[in-house]
Nanobody, 124 residues
């Protein structure tokens, strides 16, 4: 059984920084791991994804240049967030997929395993 646990969320002023972490356990190849976020009344959206070695990365246009995804090892994932704005306020989820994504790696529907999420709140 795959389990994903996120941490690092909190409250920060606009322009500030936060780093989120995710740890995966249980049987999984963890080929792809990524960060997704959801705000009230909206569908979950992809933020950033990395392959198992962190060599291939994908970012949403809204965060590219501000957020950096990294994988220190196969079962750990981090998201360094800088220049945060109130639009970044959301619950951030860690997702995992055990096989290669041919296209649209940021699509939440392609990830079968999820953590419980960690809240990020950015105030003006």
């Amino acid at each position: 059984q795959v389990q994903l646990v996120e941490s690092g969320g909190g409250s920060v002023q606009a322009g500030g920084s936060l780093t989120l972490s995710c740890v995966a356990s249980g049987y999984t190849s963890t080929l792809y791991m990524g960060w997704f976020r959801q705000t009230p009344g909206k569908e979950r959206e992809g933020v950033a994804v990395a392959d198992i070695g962190g060599r291939a990365t994908y970012y949403a246009d809204s965060v590219e240049g501000r957020f950096t995804i990294s994988r220190e090892r196969a079962s750990t994932l981090a998201l360094q967030m800088t220049g945060l704005t109130p639009d970044d306020t959301a619950v951030y989820y860690c997702g995992e997929r055990g096989s290669r994504v041919v296209s649209a790696p940021l699509a939440p529907g392609k990830y079968p395993y999820w953590g419980q999420g960690t809240q990020v709140t950015v105030s003006s």
